[in-house]
Structure formats: C-alpha cells, structure tokens
C-alpha cells in the first residue's frame, strides 16, 4: 500500500512555493489530447505482466506533461555592466557625471564616445546602481543619447530613445521633437507630424523654431504625395 505524500507547509493559509532545500520546484503543463509528444517519463508499471499502458489518454482527459523547473527560475536575471571601462560612482553623482561627460564628448563631435557615456549612465540608474534620481534626469539621457542616434543616423535607436524619455517625461519637447525626426527619416510621417505639431503648440513663439516649421512642412508634402 502506497503512503500518502505529506502535504506542503501552508504559510499564512497558502502553500509555500519555495522548494524544500535539495529540491527543485516541479511545474505540471496540461497538453491537449490530441498532441503527438510523447510524456516526459512512462508511468511505471505496476507488475511485471501487466500489460504496457497506452500513450492515448482515455476520452474525456488530457495527457499531463511535468516539467523540471530550478529553485531559482523565477529571479530576474541580472544585467551585465557595460562598458566596464568607463568608472563612475554608483550614485547621483555618478550619473550627473555620466552626463556631463556625455555631453562634453557629443560638443566636440565624439558621437559614438558620447553614447557609450550615456549608456553607462542609463545603467547605472536603470540597475538600481544609483537611487533617488528624479525622473527628469532620467528623461534627459534618454533624450540626449537619441539626439547623438540621431547624429549618427541611427533612427530606430532614437525613436527608441526618445519614446522612453517621453514616458518618463511627458514634457520633454526636445525628446518630441528628436522623434519626429527619427519618425520622418523611418518614413512613419502622420505620428512624425503629430509628434512636430505637439511641438510647436508647446513652444512660446513658434515661429521662431524654423526647423520645427520645416520639418512640418516636409511631412505635409509627403503626406500629399502619399494620398491618391
């Protein structure tokens, strides 16, 4: 006669998900009836002339397939430093001087330097390296970093960059206005021109940002050109 297996420990009226220690978590993944895999492992036979079990599932049921899981799966795998070359505290300072740096190299035209710089800064907030860094901060590498994409031709990089600068920061226009770019060059102009639209209506003098007024009507003559 087969013992009964004892129940898991309950923890505040729940079954504790942890893995006795020694153990893995195991995982029971229901397959359709109708699947041609076969099961992870044959039952095991009762007696010795019993005859082999059959691989079809009798009607009304589903095979069961059970899956090893380690003990650990469900932790976020860490992210690599990158740039290791490049040393900055581990701090707001650290960040500020990622930046300023950044922004030194994109001024005399180290654009691939200048990224490397912002990167390593965007780490270092985006690992939790470096706490309490307000959000405009944040927005800003992420907008500075897509204005060297830019540069250097990388649109769908600066798209990129500057959505994630507009999420945190909704009232970065110089992030709105770096997409509209990025979103005119990749050929997407009604967004490009929703995005340089917002622009100018934010702006104090329209007017005086020609390249905005520009851009705009570059994006309404391919609009035109586009319509039948």
């Not at 002339?49 to 691989?55: E, K, L, M, N």
């Not at 069961?64 to 040393?87: L, N, T, W």
């Amino acid at each position: 006669q087969l013992k009964k297996a004892s129940p898991k420990p309950v923890v505040n009226g729940t079954q504790s998900t942890e893995p006795a220690p020694g153990f893995k978590r195991m995982q029971i993944v229901e397959e359709d009836s109708d699947s041609d895999e076969a099961p992870a492992a044959a039952a095991p036979k009762a007696k010795a002339s019993a005859p082999a079990a059959a691989t079809a599932p009798a009607p009304g049921f589903k095979r069961m397939q059970i899956v090893e899981e380690d003990s650990d799966s469900d932790e976020a795998p860490a992210v690599a430093e990158p740039y290791p070359d490049i040393k900055l505290d581990h701090s707001r300072q650290g960040v500020e001087k990622a930046k300023a740096e950044a922004n030194a190299l994109f001024s005399r035209g180290s654009l691939d330097e200048s990224v490397r710089w912002f990167s390593k800064g965007l780490w270092l907030v985006e690992a939790k390296k470096a706490t309490d860094i307000p959000s405009d901060l944040h927005s800003i590498l992420h907008s500075n970093r897509a204005f060297a994409y830019v540069k250097l031709k990388k649109w769908a990089e600066a798209e990129e960059d500057c959505s994630k600068a507009l999420a945190l920061n909704e009232k970065n226009t110089k992030a709105k206005y770096r997409r509209a770019v990025a979103r005119h060059e990749l050929g997407k102009y009604e967004v490009a021109l929703q995005d340089v639209e917002s622009v100018l209506k934010e702006l104090p003098d329209p007017s005086s940002n020609k390249e905005a007024m520009e851009l705009k009507q570059k994006l309404e003559q391919q609009l035109k050109k586009a319509s039948p």
